[in-house]
């Protein structure tokens, strides 16, 4: 077996920045080893420069270089070894996986094909390849088409699949297990995008990335209740995942620190749609203020109060989750959550590349951060008298 090369810095040095530029100092150090390991210049088996000559080399702390260099271990470029240093791997070693795209509601839900877009930007899917399965238009046919394509990435042996469990349909809970055992079975890894498919308090032996969906909740219901709203209800529909679950939890944790008992305000199931359904939730007392569980609720919720002759914020007040393209563009922009969807979708590549090298690592919830966005909906404008950058 060749010795690794000893490590020297013969690399020309770094380009310097162009005025105005403000790049990441990380990401300029990720950058210029990533191209010199591909243009050869770093050749196979070469062992980098310790952190602390990386520093010197780049003017950036050690911290900086790390992160850099746990990037290009991540992308398969480099091998990290306790006591043998950090060395380029051959090309065979750093050639493109390819995984499977597992997302049976896609054509359903509006937050999924950002984040398969934020993985396919992502600098760690290259160079991986990533497998799109058919997109579902139907709940009913949903749990079918999900097991099919299951099957599909088995026979085409994909390194690992991203799974956002079945949510819409009523079987969802049976379907989802009997997905995970198919690909526990074949002993292929999965990473799941947004939510457990367990129901909530089990958890399964599978890493996660989304958000954390109770601090959303708790901070889209204090905003409310910040603006003096009182009266609060939660509006969702049926058959929903445990992240509506905990956005429910946070709702409720949200009115008891302002010391407003959360059985006098329920939480709604049902269709937004549905005239006299809506009709009932607006009887004495009506809600001031509505928080939805997703964004597509609270703009079916807002046309359907609108058809009712309600006016918005002036007398309710509404809250939606996840921040879609056309939440500002609504009757009245809707203030929500905001979910970086591309973000999820790099963290969710990134993941799955570090369980494949490291499958001895704990399962673990990776969770990107969220904010809030305030536009018309909330009727913030109308405390102070003035529209936000964001109406």
């Not at 050749?43 to 790390?66: H, M, Q």
């Not at 399964?204 to 009182?230: F, P």
């Not at 809250?319 to 970086?340: E, F, N, R």
């Amino acid at each position: 077996m060749a010795r690794p090369r000893k490590s020297a810095i013969n690399l020309a040095p770094p380009p310097s920045l162009e005025p105005g530029d403000h790049t990441a100092k990380h990401r300029r150090v990720f950058e210029y080893l990533q191209a010199n390991i591909l243009s050869n210049a770093l050749k196979v088996g070469d062992r980098l420069p310790s952190e602390a000559e990386l520093g010197k080399f780049f003017d950036a702390s050690r911290i900086t270089v790390a992160k850099a260099v746990l990037d290009l271990q991540r992308m398969g470029l480099v091998t990290r070894r306790p006591g043998a240093g950090t060395h380029v791997l051959a090309q065979h070693q750093a050639a493109g996986r390819t995984f499977g795209l597992l997302i049976p509601e896609l054509g359903l839900t509006e937050i999924f094909e950002p984040i398969c877009h934020g993985m396919m930007r992502s600098p760690f899917a290259r160079p991986d390849a990533l497998l799109w399965g058919n997109a579902s238009t139907s709940v009913r046919e949903s749990a079918k088409e999900a097991e099919q394509m299951v099957n599909s990435f088995i026979v085409q042996k994909v390194s690992g699949v991203f799974f956002a469990p079945l949510e819409l349909s009523g079987e969802k809970d049976a379907a989802n297990r009997r997905i995970a055992r198919i690909l526990e079975r074949a002993q292929i890894p999965f990473v799941l995008l947004d939510r457990c498919y367990m129901p909530f308090p089990e958890r399964s032996g599978h890493d996660l990335v989304g958000v954390d969906n109770r601090r959303a909740g708790y901070v889209a219901t204090a905003h409310l209740l910040g603006l003096g709203t009182r009266r609060l209800a939660y509006f969702c529909e049926a058959n929903l995942a445990d992240t509506v679950e905990a956005r429910i939890a946070g709702f409720h944790e949200a009115l008891r620190a302002f010391e407003i008992k959360p059985e006098q305000y329920p939480v709604w199931r049902g269709s937004p749609l549905d005239e006299a359904f809506v009709r009932r939730l607006l009887e004495s007392p009506r809600p001031e203020g509505i928080i939805c569980a997703n964004d597509l609720t609270a703009a079916r919720l807002m046309q359907t109060l609108m058809a009712l002759g309600v006016r918005i914020p002036e007398e309710v007040r509404i809250v939606g989750m996840d921040d879609v393209k056309y939440a500002s563009l609504l009757p009245v922009p809707l203030t929500t959550i905001h979910q970086d969807c591309a973000g999820i979708g790099a963290v969710a590549m990134a993941t799955m590349l570090e369980r494949l090298e490291h499958p001895e690592l704990p399962v673990r919830d990776v969770l990107v951060p969220t904010r809030l966005v305030v536009r018309r909906s909330c009727g913030a404008h109308l405390a102070r008298g003035s529209a936000s950058s964001e109406m």
